[in-house]
């Protein structure tokens, strides 16, 4: 596994890691977890057709080593992120694209941190 310029692996999130991952976000309840963590990530800034898109951006640009490091993130009132955490999404989120949707989706992310949406520990 060669490493980026993050520290994060560049082996693209596929094979039986994003199977079981895709078979998870199938099981009751997992879906609308991982939406309303995304949701608070984002501070209620997306609709939800975004923030499925924003997902579906994520898992494609993720890396197994970013999904293993995220797995712990749950939603909440105020979402605290560990440093690596934190380094980790925001790693993903430079990767989601350069178009006019992307853009949206960071500037939520970002607004979100900077009104204490979630926070770093």
């Known amino acids: 596994m060669d ?3 993050d520290g994060s692996s560049q ?3 596929k094979g039986p890691l994003r199977w079981e991952i895709d ?4 099981e009751p309840g997992v879906q609308e977890q991982v ?3 995304v949701h608070d990530l984002t501070g209620g800034a997306l609709s939800m057709d975004d923030i499925h898109a924003f997902e579906r951006r994520a898992l494609d640009t993720a890396t197994t080593a970013d999904a ?3 797995r712990g993130v749950e939603p909440g009132a105020h979402i ?3 440093p690596d955490e934190k380094r980790t999404t925001d790693g993903v989120m430079s990767r989601i694209g350069t178009d006019a949707q992307a853009d949206r989706f960071r500037g939520a992310y970002q607004g979100a941190f900077r009104a ?3 926070r770093v520990r």
């Open 11 to 13: 082996l693209a999130l």
């Open 23 to 26: 078979r998870r976000l199938k």
């Open 80 to 82: 605290v992120l560990t």
């Open 116 to 118: 204490g949406r979630f």
């Open 68 to 70: 293993l490091k995220l």
């Open 35 to 37: 939406d309303q963590t």
């Open 3 to 5: 490493a980026g310029k």
